[in-house]
Each structure stands twice: as C-alpha cells, then as structure tokens.
C-alpha cells in the first residue's frame, strides 16, 4: 500500500494549488479525482485579478479573454458603471482547461495524480489514514478535501452540512456574429435581472457563459430558467444557436463547526469560503489551498499544530473578511430602497471600490453600516 504525506481528494484551483504548494515544499503528494482530466466544471470561470497576480506560474495559455473594463448595470435605475484599471480585472477561463494546466504544473513537480477514482471510505487510524478509492487504498498522513461546494469527504470525515447555499444557473451559450461582437467587449454584471442577486454576461473566446444566481431566498420559489431567458432578452438575444445549461450551488457563508476533523483540512467551495457578496469563488479557493499546505509544512507535520496554524491563518485574513461579507451582502441584497439612494449618488464611487477588491488593492470595510448612515444623511439632506 502506498503511502503519502498529503492526499488531495479533487483537482479543482483549490486542490491544484495545494498540490503544487505542497510539492514544491517536499512533501509526498498525490492527487484523487473521480473523473479523467481534462473535465469540463460548471464555472461562470470569471478569475479576479487579487487570484491571478498570486499565482506562482504562468496562466497565459488557459485565458481566453482578458477584460481590463467591467460594466455594473442597474437597468430599473438606469445606471450603468463602468470601471477600467491597467491589469486584468477578469480574467476569462474554460475551468477544464484552467483546472488541467494547475495539475499538469503539479505533476511537474513529482505530484501523483490517481484520475477515475472515486474516495469511498475513509479509516482514520493513529498516524496514517487509509483511503480507499474505487480501485485500490493508500495511506496519507494529511488529507484536504477540495472536492467542491458538495464535498463527500467532508461528510466522510463526520462533517454536518451548515452553510448557506445559493443556486445558480450558467449556459454557454453561441449566438449569432453580430451579438457576440456587440457584447464581447466587457464583462457585464446585470444586478436588476434577478431578486436578490444577479445576472451575468463573460464573454470566452468564441461564445458567451451567460447565468443568474439568486442569493436570498424570498417567499416564492425563484424560477432561475424564467430570469434566465428575460435576462437574454435583457442582452438584446433573440437567438441562440447552441445552448448547454448547467445548474449549481455556491456555498457563501463559511462552516460554523470548523475546518479540520481527524486529519481532513476544508478548503475553498467545501469550506464555503466563495465569496458572499460577488460568489466568485476561484481566488479564494487557491489562497485557502496554499495556507492549509502552509500549516502543514510548517508544523513539520505535526496534526496538532497544523490545526493551530491552520486556525491562525484563517483568522488572520480571510475569515474576517468572508464574515464582513456577508453581512455586506445581506444589507445590498435585501435593502434595495436604500440602495438605489445611495446609488444615485455614490454608484461610481462604489463601483471603483468593489474594482479595487477584484483587483486585491482592497478590503471590505470594517465600519461600511457607519459609512452607509453617513451616505444616507448627505444623500436625502
């Protein structure tokens, strides 16, 4: 039976990046994915700048458009904002080719990837775990579940599900020449399309990735296909010539029972660390691979202190702001009367705001209710 200081069950950013985080650190690693890469993943694969300029490699040859401009329009308001900045605010990606080129660079550095297998049962045992897969078992000292917002191993591992879902509905979409060129010019965020969320429009290299996602539930049942199609009419789409639907979920709130159990580290989606406010969950999920695999080498895999410094390093950034997230995202989202004041006259404002945290220059703010009150006065006085 093979052993291994870190098993990785996925190969999605979070995985792909805690794989080439931990090799490149020394540690014995492999890779267990359940389909044969490359695979597609349902992703609107909108890459923030704050994800790609920390990347220890070169993702080039995976992007397909680059938006340097993003609108934010409020079309019951008649708003729209634009934001331009000299770097990539978006950064376009098919996830199958993204997740692919993260593995290869990986195996480049003695990962092992056990592809078609399926994690089915978990021994937690003294020093090594035994995973046993469709196909064979192994041993790890460490594992991280990086296997999405669903995560199997984390119920493996004893984990209750706790955090808060969001659905989404994403096509890829091609339409005809004349609306691909009209609408391949920027990344566009339609907000009034859906109720307490958001519609969007990412341009790839030769279709578009066209969706909506609904963050807060209301009384009734959303119909995302319904926002969907006025959503498309909304883009001035009369016709579409091919069309792949692709429905998912995004965790957007953190587990509250905590992120390591037995020996599995949570990361990204099967944390629930995407973002609350945008959903974009890609930047994170790589930042939180690289602390866990961080924790581990630097507890010289000790399990106790790398579950301290696991903790530490949660802590010191990235749950803090998840946290002001969502409580930004409930006030946005469910204050809309508010909101359309103080977009009126703060909108650009705001937009250049939210640009700087995609871009990383930028928090969200720790006193934004304070803020909002003082807005709120200026506006209506």
Same mark, same amino acid.
């Given at each position: 039976?093979?052993?291994?200081?870190?098993?990785?069950?996925?190969?999605?950013?979070?995985?792909?990046?805690?794989?080439?985080?931990? +090799?490149?650190?020394?540690?014995?690693?492999?890779?267990?994915?359940?389909?044969?890469?490359?695979?597609?993943?349902?992703?609107?694969?909108?890459?923030?700048?704050?994800?790609?300029?920390?990347?220890?490699?070169?993702?080039?040859?995976?992007?397909?458009?680059?938006?340097?401009?993003?609108?934010?329009?409020?079309?019951?308001?008649?708003? +729209?904002?634009?934001?331009?900045?000299?770097?990539?605010?978006?950064?376009?990606?098919?996830?199958? *080719?993204?997740?692919?080129?993260?593995?290869?660079?990986?195996?480049?550095?003695?990962?092992?990837?056990?592809?078609?297998?399926?994690?089915?049962?978990?021994?937690?045992?003294?020093?090594?775990?035994?995973?046993?897969?469709?196909?064979?078992?192994?041993?790890?000292?460490?594992?991280?579940? =990086?296997?999405?917002?669903?995560?199997?191993?984390?119920?493996?591992?004893?984990?209750?599900?706790?955090?808060?879902?969001?659905?989404?509905?994403?096509? *890829?979409?091609?339409? &005809?020449?004349?609306?691909?060129?009209?609408?391949?010019?920027?990344?566009?965020?339609?907000?009034?399309?859906?109720?307490?969320?958001?519609?969007?429009?990412?341009?790839?290299?030769?279709?578009?990735?066209?969706?909506?996602?609904?963050?807060?539930?209301?009384?009734?049942?959303?119909?995302?296909?319904?926002?969907?199609?006025?959503?498309?009419?909304?883009?001035?789409?009369?016709?579409?010539?091919?069309?792949?639907?692709?429905?998912?979920?995004?965790?957007?709130?953190?587990?509250?029972?905590?992120?390591?159990?037995?020996?599995?580290?949570?990361?990204?989606? =099967?944390?629930?660390? +995407?973002?609350?406010?945008?959903? *974009? /969950?890609?930047?994170?999920?790589?930042?939180?691979?690289?602390?866990?695999?961080?924790?581990?080498?630097?507890?010289?895999?000790?399990?106790?202190?790398?579950?301290?410094?696991?903790?530490?390093?949660?802590?010191?950034?990235?749950?803090?702001?998840?946290?002001?997230?969502?409580?930004?995202? /409930?006030?946005?989202?469910?204050?809309?009367?508010?909101?359309?004041?103080?977009?009126?006259?703060?909108?650009?404002?705001?937009?250049?705001?939210?640009?700087?945290?995609?871009?990383?220059?930028?928090?969200? &703010?720790?006193?934004?209710?304070?803020?909002?009150?003082?807005?709120?006065?200026?506006?209506?006085?």
């Amino acid at each position: 039976m093979k052993t291994y200081d870190l098993a990785i069950i996925g190969s999605g950013p979070s995985g792909a990046s805690a794989a080439f985080e931990a +090799a490149k650190n020394g540690l014995k690693t492999v890779i267990i994915e359940k389909e044969l890469l490359p695979r597609y993943k349902t992703c609107g694969g909108g890459f923030v700048f704050r994800g790609r300029k920390n990347m220890p490699f070169d993702i080039t040859s995976a992007v397909e458009r680059e938006f340097f401009d993003v609108d934010i329009r409020f079309d019951a308001k008649q708003l +729209a904002l634009n934001t331009v900045r000299k770097h990539p605010i978006i950064s376009m990606v098919m996830r199958d *080719e993204f997740d692919f080129l993260m593995v290869q660079k990986a195996q480049e550095l003695g990962v092992e990837l056990l592809q078609g297998e399926k994690l089915t049962g978990l021994d937690f045992q003294n020093e090594y775990t035994t995973l046993t897969t469709s196909n064979q078992k192994i041993q790890a000292k460490f594992i991280i579940a =990086a296997d999405g917002a669903l995560s199997p191993t984390a119920k493996l591992a004893g984990w209750e599900e706790s955090r808060k879902m969001c659905p989404a509905l994403e096509y *890829e979409i091609k339409v &005809p020449e004349e609306d691909f060129e009209r609408l391949s010019t920027s990344a566009r965020f339609d907000m009034d399309v859906i109720p307490f969320g958001y519609g969007w429009s990412f341009p790839k290299k030769n279709h578009l990735s066209v969706g909506v996602v609904n963050f807060f539930k209301t009384k009734k049942s959303i119909d995302l296909k319904t926002y969907y199609r006025d959503y498309l009419k909304m883009l001035g789409i009369t016709e579409v010539l091919e069309e792949q639907a692709h429905g998912f979920i995004i965790p957007i709130i953190p587990r509250k029972d905590g992120f390591v159990k037995h020996n599995v580290f949570l990361i990204g989606d =099967a944390a629930g660390f +995407a973002d609350p406010l945008t959903a *974009e /969950g890609i930047s994170n999920a790589i930042y939180s691979g690289k602390l866990a695999v961080r924790a581990i080498v630097e507890s010289e895999l000790d399990l106790e202190k790398a579950i301290q410094l696991y903790d530490e390093k949660l802590n010191k950034k990235l749950l803090p702001e998840l946290r002001l997230g969502v409580k930004l995202a /409930g006030f946005f989202y469910e204050n809309k009367t508010l909101c359309n004041i103080l977009l009126k006259k703060y909108g650009q404002r705001a937009s250049e705001y939210m640009t700087d945290i995609f871009m990383g220059d930028q928090t969200y &703010p720790h006193d934004f209710r304070e803020k909002v009150k003082q807005k709120l006065k200026l506006s209506l006085f």
